[in-house]
Every structure is written in structure tokens, then in C-alpha cells.
């Protein structure tokens, strides 16, 4: 029997096989009005709107629908998709369920459920989903894709490649598989692989956001800054809520020291982050305004996405008597020429050897640089991690019956965050690579100073926090003041023969405009002075020179420092500096200890989070609390004073001079005394 609403149900279908979906949306609607159970006008209803991206909206229509109907088989994988398409991963595992009852043995349906099962983080079920489809359609090359994928989440990455491989073989023009190879090429540290396994994907589908995302991540490992940057703006104009993208927008920009007004904002982002959403990686926040609380939320909505605490192995404690030395070992992807290498080497050989024994576990690809032959030889035992999948790398790490197991990654670059989730230690430690809270429940305790982290900010740290007596902040005394050779002359580095020098070795992200802004009333103030800094990518620098003439300032007063291949070339040149300048929300690190060792005073502002309060630790334990501001007004007077009153500047670096012997700071083996006592009362606690 005709329906009396039949020509609206015909115009309602006429418009949506003509793709008229927003006309096609309103007869459904109208129709729904007069007969809320219409089975046909539910379906176009759910399906216009997924069809137009709608697609959480989709799923109320659509479950209407298959609940009046549950054996139709089209019904219900409308709502499986559309359920899986708005991140309801469990209703739709429980759909393709009833899906599969419905016509088992189909390996599309498999297929689709595992990857709604994989979501969940079921990952048994995922894979025998793929191995069942791929049983039963050998040829299937969404199967071997979706495989794929489910291996690189468990650390299988190479295994994950060669399934991705299998799926291109079959199918060379999906896109998918193609930028997830990409991915898992990322993860093996092939940039160039994962450079052109992106392009390929993008040469097949122009308007792949993720894609352009990707791409974006693999030219910021290749330091082509600008290109990332411009595949960022890409990603962001196609798929603007794509995990991580607009941090990893914000954070190129801001490496390219480019201030315009331009959306998105860093707002924008704190804001997203605020709601709940994965905007930003958390290394990207550091260098915001981002509060304690939106850092350690930030960390926290990453690793609930990409490292699930999943203590599936139980560790005892490798010393059982206290005549056994403590086995500690680090872990990290710098042992290398680079911050945490150098401030590990000098540390790893001040390791009281008849009470510990030192491992080092190395994630990087090995770089073939002097300081990471040396820190090789200096661990009692080294272990190559880097290319071995999780489980692996799980299995071999707990064979070595380690105590403490150290992580100084954090969130950076080459962390193996996963290896800690699962647990391969019986007391788990985050240290010095990273500046702020991991999120993480699977770290006993993270180690800091009460500057760093005063008592009151406890709550922002989902780890328990230890304290050292001083600075937290190992620093390189590896090089003695002796051995720091002739000063250069100005000239050989490019400075003035007169005027005062201000300097600030930091990376470019971590200017911003109010800071600069500071730097360029005090160069106008100080007749002759010029700003000293390192010398970063040509965009950065032009942008940075751009910025001076828009103050006000001759770009010719900003001086930029190339890069000298030996470090005892770098400290000696940085006694030229007469004031070094730090910067806010993102404090010098080791660029400030290396300045303080060198006799350079380091002006720096208290700031409010971990990340921002660096540097005043370094100053407080080195005895020079008037280095330490608590406003930007009184940052600007201070320098001002410095500069324009040479004795006041005199009577800072004599005081610098005598207490660099005479204060904790740079008394290396008292520090690694310290760190090893501390060490010894996390031992004592668990055995307690």
C-alpha cells in the first residue's frame, strides 16, 4: 500500500542519487515529521549527513533504522561505519559483530571489525580478524593494510612494512597504505623512504590531510623547515582536527619565527587542549603560555592514545642483598653529540662503580659522532635497541635484571615510551630530557629540584617527585676552564670592536614576539649593543631581522652565531657575551649552563612552569639569586642596569667567578653523589 507522503519519499530519493544531499537531508526530515519510523527515510536521513562529514549525527538515524530491522544486513554496516566513523569504537565492534552472524566468513566485514577492534585497543581480536580475512582472501589488500597498521601500534615495525608492502603490491594506488608505510619508514628512522612513500600517497590523492601531516613530520626531521611548514598549512586547510596537527602547525611556525595574526592561534590550541582534544604533541606546549594544568593534560590525552598502560609483565628486583650493586641503566635516543649526551657523558663516568653497575640503552640509529663513541665506552654494558620491535626490545631489556630503568627521552624525539608502559624495570624514572610531566602512571617518580617544581605545583605532575639537594641540572664540566684556550676576536665572529653584547644562544621556537620585543628597547637603549644569537634556518633569520626593523632596530644589530665543530671552541667564544639573555615561557637549558661555565651571567625570569624555571635553577644553585627576576619589567631594568653600569656587570661575573668553585652547581661528583643517594632511597623504599 502507497505510502501518502510517496512523492515526497520519491523527490527525498531523486535528490540523493543526485548527490543533492542537503536537499535529500530536508525531505528526510520532513517525511521523519509525519512518520518518525520510516525505514527508508531514516537510512537517507543517517546517510546524507555522514556523507556531508556529519557523521556522529549519522548514527542516531541509522540506529533507528537497523533497530527495526535487525537481520538487513546493508542496515546494520551503515551503522557499524558510521559508528566507527564517529569514534564509537565499541558499538561498532558490537555491530560488525551481529554483521558477521548475519553473513560469516566475509572478509570485508572481518576486516572492518578488526579495525574497530584495534581502536580498542584489543588487539588479539584485531589480529585474528586480519588473519581470518586474509585466510579467506589472500588478495585483499585492505586486510594486508589494516594488518599492517596493527603492527606498527604493537612496535612490529618492520613486520608492519612488509604487510603494507604485500598490500601496495596488490592495490599500488591506495593512498592509505602507502602514507602509513610512510609512518612506520618514520619510526625506522628512513626519512627519505618515508619522504617519498608520502609524496606517493599525495601523487594519488592531492587532498589527503593526514598525508600532508605526515609529510610535514618527515621534513622537519630533514630540517626543510619552510617545506614542512608549508605541508602543515596544507594538512590544516584540508583537515583541521586531525590529531596533532595544529600543535605541529604552531610549533613549525614558530621554529620559523613567524609572528602574524594568521588562524590558528596558540589560543586556539590551548583551547582544543582544554576541551579534551588531541591538539598538540606535549614537547609542543613548552614553548606556549600553556599553564602546568594544560601541560600536564596535554600529556595525558597522548599517552591515553598512544600508550595505553599495560603492565604485562610483573619485575622483580635485580639486588636483593646490600652488598649487590644497583644495576641502573638510561635510556635514550641522544647518546650522541647532542644536549643530553654531553651532559650524560661526564655523569656516566662519575658512577660509583663498587655500588652500581651502569647500563645504557641506546634508541637512535647509530650516528658514528666522537661523544657517542665515548659514552659507549663508559657504560659498563650498552644495548642497541633502535629497529627492534617492542615485545623485543620488552624482552631484552628485562633479561638484564635492571633496578632502576631511567628514562631521559620524556616526550621528544626517538622515545620508546612504550617500553616503560609495558614495564621493563621495577622502578621506573623520568630524568632531564624533558621538561614537564609525562602524563604517564607507569613512572614511580620524576626527578627534579624544588625550583623546578616547588611543592605547590605537585598536582600538576601525574609522577611522585623527588628532589636533589641543588639544581637537578647536571651540568658539563667536562671541559675545565683551563682548557678553553684564547678568547677569539670579535671580529673573527662577526661582532663589533666596541659596544655592548647581548646574547642568547637559545633555539628559535623559544623567542616569541613579547620577549624580542624587550630585546629590541634594550638594544635601542644601549647605544652600540648588538644581539648575539645562533644561527638557525634562513627563513627564521630573515623573519628574525624583519621583525628588528619593524621595532625599529637596524637588522645589522643582530648578529648570528655559526655553528663551530669542536665545544671547547663554543664555550671560549662565549666569553665575548657580556649579558646572556634567556628567554620566557621556555627557559636555556644547556645553552645556560654552558654560558655560566664560561663566566657569561645568565638574566633570567622565574616563570611557571617546569620548562620556564630551568635556567633560575642553574642560577640559584650557583649562588647569584639578583640573575633571577620575577616580572618582564624587571627583566628589561635589570639588563638595562647591567648594561649601562659596567661595574655593576663586573661585580656579577667576580661573584660568578668565585662561586662557580665554591657552590654546588658545577660540583660534578658531589651532584653524582646526590643523584646516586636518591637512587639508593628509591631501592630502599621498594624493598621496604
Not at 209 to 227: F, M, P, Q, T
Not at 513 to 533: E, N, Y
Amino acid at each position: 500500500m502507497a505510502q501518502p507522503y510517496e512523492q515526497l519519499v520519491q523527490q527525498m530519493l531523486l535528490d540523493f542519487q543526485h548527490q543533492r544531499l542537503e536537499a535529500a537531508e530536508r525531505m528526510a526530515q520532513s517525511i521523519l515529521r509525519i512518520n518518525s519510523k520510516d525505514l527508508v527515510a531514516l537510512q537517507v536521513h543517517g546517510l546524507s549527513m555522514a556523507m556531508q562529514g556529519r557523521v556522529a549525527e549519522a548514527v542516531i538515524p541509522l540506529a533507528k533504522a537497523a533497530q527495526q530491522n535487525q537481520k538487513n544486513p546493508e542496515l546494520l554496516s551503515n551503522l557499524a561505519k558510521a559508528q566507527h566513523g564517529a569514534g564509537l569504537f565499541a558499538d561498532a565492534a558490537k555491530t560488525f559483530e551481529m554483521l558477521n552472524c548475519l553473513i560469516p566468513n566475509n572478509p570485508h566485514i572481518l576486516t572492518d571489525m578488526g579495525t574497530s577492534y584495534a581502536k580498542l585497543k584489543q588487539y588479539d581480536k584485531a589480529s585474528a580478524c586480519y588473519e581470518k580475512a586474509i585466510e579467506l582472501q589472500p588478495d585483499y589488500f585492505l586486510a594486508w593494510s589494516n594488518r599492517g597498521n596493527l603492527l606498527a601500534d604493537l612496535g612490529y615495525v618492520t613486520e608492519a612494512i612488509d604487510s603494507y608492502e604485500k598490500s601496495l603490491k596488490l592495490n599500488p594506488n591506495y593512498p592509505e597504505a602507502w602514507t602509513n608505510c610512510g609512518n612506520a619508514f618514520f619510526d625506522l628512522g628512513r626519512f627519505e623512504d618515508a619522504r617519498m612513500a608520502h609524496e606517493m600517497a599525495l601523487s594519488l590523492d592531492p587532498n589527503y590531510g593526514e598525508a600532508w601531516s605526515n609529510h610535514g613530520n618527515v621534513l622537519l626531521e630533514l630540517k626543510r623547515d619552510e617545506d614542512a611548514y608549508e605541508s602543515y598549512q596544507k594538512a590544516f586547510s584540508l583537515k583541521p582536527y586531525h590529531p596533532y596537527l595544529i600543535g605541529q602547525l604552531l610549533a613549525s611556525k614558530l621554529t620559523l619565527c613567524i609572528w602574524d595574526d594568521a588562524e590558528p592561534s596558540v589560543s586556539q590550541m590551548l583551547d582544543f587542549v582544554a576541551s579534551g582534544h588531541s591538539a598538540s604533541l606535549p614537547f609542543s606546549l613548552l614553548q606556549t603560555p600553556a599553564s602546568l594544568e594544560l601541560q600536564k593534560r596535554s600529556a595525558q590525552i597522548f599517552v591515553a592514545d598512544r600508550f595505553p598502560s599495560i603492565y604485562s609483565k610483573t619485575i622483580p628486583l635485580a639486588r636483593k642483598t646490600s652488598e649487590e650493586k644497583i644495576r641502573i641503566a638510561y635510556f635514550s635516543s641522544d647518546f650522541k653529540d647532542h644536549p643530553v649526551g654531553i651532559l650524560m657523558e661526564n655523569l656516566i663516568k662519575l658512577h660509583d662503580r663498587s655500588a652500581f653497575e651502569v647500563y645504557g640503552f641506546f634508541l637512535n640509529r647509530k650516528s658514528g659522532d666522537a661523544v657517542e663513541a665515548r659514552l659507549t665506552n663508559s657504560f659498563d654494558k650498552t644495548v642497541d635497541l633502535f629497529g627492534l620491535n617492542d615485545p623485543a626490545a620488552q624482552d631484552l631489556v628485562i633479561e638484564q635484571k635492571i633496578d632502576i630503568a631511567i628514562d631521559l627521552n620524556g616526550h621528544t624525539a626517538g622515545a620508546r615510551t612504550g617500553l616503560f608502559a609495558k614495564k621493563i624495570a621495577p622502578i621506573q624514572v623520568v630524568y632531564l630530557g624533558y621538561a614537564g610531566t609525562s602524563g604517564a602512571d607507569f613512572y614511580d617518580c620524576l626527578i627534579a629540584d624544588r625550583v623546578v617544581i616547588p611543592p605547590e605545583h605537585h598536582r600538576h605532575y601525574t609522577e611522585k617527585i623527588v628532589y636533589l639537594p641543588h639544581s637537578f641540572f647536571p651540568v658539563d664540566t667536562s671541559i675545565a676552564l683551563g682548557q678553553f684556550g684564547n678568547i677569539p676576536t670579535r671580529a673573527s665572529q662577526g661582532l663589533p670592536e666596541a659596544g655592548f653584547i647581548f646574547a642568547c644562544f637559545n633555539n628559535a621556537y623559544k623567542i616569541n614576539p613579547l620577549i624580542f620585543t624587550i630585546w629590541m628597547d634594550l638594544l635601542k637603549q644601549v647605544p652600540g649593543s648588538v644581539l648575539w644569537l645562533s644561527k638557525t634556518s634562513p627563513k627564521a633569520m630573515e623573519n628574525l631581522q624583519k621583525e628588528a626593523q619593524v621595532r625599529g632596530v637596524d637588522p645589522a644589530r643582530l648578529v648570528f652565531a655559526t655553528r663551530v665543530p669542536a665545544r671547547v671552541d663554543h664555550l671560549s667564544r662565549l666569553r665575548l657575551a657580556d649579558l646572556f639573555l634567556d628567554t620566557l615561557n621556555y627557559n636555556a637549558h644547556a645553552t645556560a649552563a654552558d654560558a655560566l661555565w664560561a663566566g657569561v651571567p645568565v638574566l633570567t625570569t622565574l616563570g611557571h612552569t617546569f620548562a620556564g624555571r630551568v635556567a633560575a635553577s642553574q642560577v640559584s644553585a650557583l649562588g647569584l639569586p639578583e640573575l633571577i627576576m620575577h616580572s618582564q619589567e624587571e627583566y628589561k631594568s635589570r639588563a638595562l642596569d647591567l648594561a649601562n653600569h659596567p661595574e655593576h656587570l663586573k661585580g656579577i661575573k667576580e661573584k660568578l667567578e668565585a662561586n662557580r668553585y665554591q657552590t654546588p652547581l658545577f660540583n660534578s661528583k658531589q651532584y653524582v653523589k646526590d643523584l646516586e643517594g636518591l637512587y639508593e632511597s628509591l631501592l630502599q623504599e621498594r624493598l621496604s
